[in-house]
C-alpha cells in the first residue's frame, strides 16, 4: 500500500512562490508514475504535472507550464512541485498522486493513491 503525505502549503502574496512536496512511503517514488492536481472551491479537480515512473516522461499542463516545475528525489523518496509568479486563481487544494503502472497520468482514473492536500492560497 502506497502512502502520500503532502506538505508546503501555505498563504503566500500574488507574485509569491512555494515548493509543495510529496512524501511517499510503502513503495520508491522511482517506481510510481507521479502526479499533481488541485481542486479550486466549486471546481472540478484537474491536471497540473505528471512525471512518469523509471525516470521517463513529464508533462506539465500548458496552463501552468511557465510557472509550475515538477521533480522527484528518490533518495528522499519525495516528489515536488515548484510554484513560482503564483496568482489568486492558483488558490485551491493541492493533491498528489500515485500509480504504480506506467501510465501517462493526465487523468484522475490512472492513479491509485491520493494523498489529503494540503491548502495553497495565494492573496491578491
Known amino acids: 500500500q502506497v502512502q502520500l503525505s503532502e506538505s508546503g502549503g501555505g498563504l503566500v502574496q500574488a507574485g509569491g512562490s512555494l515548493r509543495l512536496s510529496c512524501a511517499v512511503s510503502g513503495n520508491t517514488v522511482g517506481m510510481l508514475t507521479m502526479g499533481w492536481f488541485r481542486q479550486a472551491p466549486g471546481k472540478e479537480r484537474e491536471f497540473l504535472a505528471t512525471?512518469?515512473?523509471?525516470?521517463?516522461?513529464?508533462t506539465v499542463a500548458d496552463y501552468v507550464k511557465a510557472r509550475f516545475t515538477i521533480s522527484r528525489d528518490n533518495t528522499k523518496n519525495q516528489m515536488y512541485l515548484q510554484m513560482n509568479s503564483l496568482e489568486p486563481e492558483d488558490t485551491a487544494v493541492y493533491y498528489c498522486?500515485?500509480?504504480?503502472?506506467?501510465?501517462?497520468?493526465?487523468?484522475?482514473?490512472?492513479?491509485?493513491?491520493w494523498g489529503q492536500g494540503t491548502q495553497v492560497t495565494v492573496s491578491s
Open positions: 498522486a500515485a500509480a504504480r503502472a506506467m501510465v501517462v497520468g493526465t487523468r484522475e482514473r490512472e492513479y491509485e493513491f
Open positions: 512525471s512518469m515512473a523509471y525516470g521517463n516522461a513529464e
